[in-house]
């Protein structure tokens, strides 16, 4: 009986580790700057690597715009990439225009960028993707 139980228990204890590693999700976090750029007197396009607690994650990098003197937190990348070099071109006073070559994980071209008093900026943003498998 005694031995039983230990084989319940071990089983009860296997099954608990392998729900845990299935439904556990995986975290990212913002890591180093790679990129700083200046678009204009207030704002600046800035590019950070992202770490996945994901083995099948690989090398990602976030891109934001942000207002002179804004950080990062609690701010979402327009661009997530595998690209650590994308070249940006600014179009117009308030659109850009950036080259991708490596694949693109998200990506948004409407932004609404916050200003230091609160009033928010509306940038547009075109890519192109050289991604090849």
């Not at 608990?16 to 750029?37: D, M, N, R, Y």
């Not at 609690?74 to 991708?100: A, C, H, K, Y």
């Not at 070559?101 to 943003?125: A, E, T």
Request: aromatic fraction near 12%; charge should be negative.
């Amino acid at each position: 009986m005694r031995k039983f139980m230990q084989v319940l228990l071990l089983l009860a204890v296997i099954a608990a580790g392998v729900l845990a590693w299935v439904f556990i999700p995986s975290h990212e976090t913002i890591g180093q700057k790679t990129l700083e750029q200046a678009l204009n007197d207030d704002y600046s396009l800035v590019g950070h690597r992202i770490y996945s607690t994901d083995p099948d994650a690989g090398n990602r990098f976030g891109y934001f715009i942000l207002a002179t003197g804004q950080s990062i937190e609690e701010q979402e990348p327009f661009l997530v990439t595998s690209d650590q070099f994308i070249r940006m071109e600014q179009t117009g006073d308030n659109t850009l225009s950036v080259t991708v070559n490596g694949r693109i994980y998200q990506y948004h071209n409407d932004l609404w960028v916050p200003k230091s008093d609160g009033k928010l900026q509306h940038f547009l943003v075109s890519a192109t993707a050289n991604y090849v498998r």
